[in-house]
């Protein structure tokens, strides 16, 4: 079936003329509930907002919740509320959006990078116990792709060892493990409200935990913290400094119409998901995206990756036929820019220099011996991906929203992440080509299949393509670039 490639000269998959529209969907209850906010008086922090905070506990099981202005800020948040302070470690996953990472370097604490395991490209808990050390005050995991990690593992090390769990749970809302939702399984938990997710308000986040203390903490970094007097009203006694973090009343308005309707948002996503793994069941050269029964995903993103072996057959570099599978995707339609996803490899850490004079490695409190060197992570394979957008069609989709990720491997061959948003057309995936990455489809809310471009925009569904995808950007990554996966 090479002969019917776009890339070769025959009719794309996707239609010059289909048309984009809109992620996320906004509703006329949308509408009315950001009207409410403009045309009352408390639009820095108001009724909304706090709507929003007591709605969001209850329906994911905390029992407290801050509205924030990012994903990033609500990690941010997360280190703080846990006590984790200048010099101490935080081991976290060497595969993530570099949030993950630089909310530790934000309370100048150190990020201990390990390595994932190969089948879920999830944090591998044998090499968080291997990781720690005399430093370690913290695990940071992250629920990648809409899939919980594999927490009964993780906390049992933590607390065997006495150490905080932080939950980065922005790309996993209302994902599962063994039955519990993500964000309550941890001591402090972070959602992202991004464009490009399930659950959106255009932006903004969202800190939870289930501990008082943990959550005075937390909030504390929300505001002017120790910067104003005990006698300004302000609701904690606490050293430190506050970055502003808090949400205004517009967006959580916005948020707070996209929470009402999450479920179905997230079980439209689901069947889009089951529809692909239904249709690429069988595929040559790709490795299915992973569940499990006790870690279901939540639709956010179909991930595929191509097997190694595909590249050494053909006697190639895994990065470059991952390159050429961007051509040949492009060349069908599919939209696609690129990016660097491997934590360890940014320029910030090879450099061990986040602020100048090397802080925070350089200073005295900190580990001298800590090393960035990429051969400690092997498993970090390629990927492809897609976002199942819960506004595609339930079932006899047709095409599907490449978001291929390339990543690297000091192992191997040097690998990239490779993201692309756009159409897989069966004929590409069923005629052996050696598919690269990860796919992922992302949701949307209207009621077609769509899939999404740098415009932000869906192509909604026809009688004869119907192209799943949702709220991210398909990024193909270069070396110390960058990637929208924005918490």
């Keep these: ?103 530790i370097l934000h309370h100048n604490a150190i990020p201990i990078f390990v390595d994932v395991d190969w089948e879920s490209m999830h944090i591998d808990p044998a090499a968080i116990e291997a990781a720690i050390t005399p430093k370690t005050r913290g695990i940071l995991v992250v629920h990648y792709w809409g899939v919980a990690c594999d927490m009964d593992a993780i906390m ?24 519990r939702k993500v964000g309550t399984l941890g001591d402090a938990a972070a959602f992202s409200l991004n464009q490009n ?22 909030k504390a970094v929300s505001s002017f913290s120790d910067m104003r007097p ?14 502003m973090y808090r949400t205004s009343d517009l967006p959580a308005a ?27 069941a069988g595929t040559p050269h790709l490795v299915p995206a992973f569940h499990t029964a006790e870690r279901p995903t939540n639709g956010y993103a179909y991930v595929l990756r191509v097997t190694p072996e595909t590249a050494i057959d053909l006697d190639v570099d895994l990065s470059a036929l991952a390159t050429g599978i961007g051509a040949a995707l492009g060349a069908e339609g599919s939209r696609f820019s690129r990016a660097n996803w491997l934590l360890p490899a940014h320029s910030v850490f090879q450099a061990k220099n986040a602020y100048g004079g090397g802080y925070p490695w350089s200073a005295a409190h900190t580990r001298p011996d800590i090393s960035y060197d990429l051969s400690q992570y092997p498993s970090r394979h390629s990927n492809t991906r897609h976002h199942p957008h819960p506004a595609g069609a339930d ?10 990720d390339r990543s690297r491997s000091a192992h191997r061959h040097r690998l990239g992440h490779r993201r692309a948003h756009g159409s897989c057309h069966p004929r590409l995936l069923r005629s052996g080509f050696p598919f690269g990455r990860a796919l992922r489809l992302c949701p949307c809310t209207t009621g077609h ?14 009688d004869t393509h119907a192209h799943v995808s949702g709220p991210g950007r398909w990024l193909l990554p270069a070396p110390g670039g960058r990637c929208d996966d924005r918490r």
């Design 1 to 103: 079936m090479f002969d019917q490639l776009a890339i070769i000269g025959c009719p794309r998959a996707i239609p010059e003329e289909v048309q984009f529209r809109m992620w996320p969907e906004v509703t006329e209850q949308g509408e009315a509930l950001v009207l409410a906010s403009l045309r009352q008086d408390r639009h820095a922090f108001g009724p909304h907002a706090e709507l929003l905070q007591s709605e969001f506990a209850t329906w994911n099981g905390n029992r407290f919740c801050f509205a924030t202005n990012s994903g990033t800020a609500a990690l941010h948040m997360c280190v703080a509320a846990c006590g984790i302070g200048p010099g101490d470690e935080v081991i976290t996953p060497a595969l993530s959006w570099t949030s993950s990472a630089t909310c």
């Design 449 to 462: 299949a769509a899939i999404r471009d740098r415009s932000r925009r869906c192509h909604p569904a026809g």
């Design 197 to 218: 997710k399930n659950f959106t308000g255009g932006e903004g986040g969202l800190f939870v935990t289930n501990d008082e203390a943990t959550f005075i903490r937390g």
């Design 230 to 243: 005990p006698e300004a009203g302000r609701e904690y006694h606490d050293y430190g400094l506050g970055w």
């Design 254 to 280: 916005f948020a707070l119409s996209q929470l009402r309707r999450l479920d179905a948002t997230n079980a439209h996503a689901l069947r889009n998901w089951q529809s692909l793994q239904r249709q690429l």
């Design 156 to 179: 049992t090390i933590a607390r065997r060892h006495g150490l905080a769990v932080i939950e980065d749970a922005c790309q996993a809302v209302g994902a599962t493990c063994e039955g």
């Design 395 to 404: 079932s006899g989709t047709e095409a599907c929203a490449p978001r291929a």
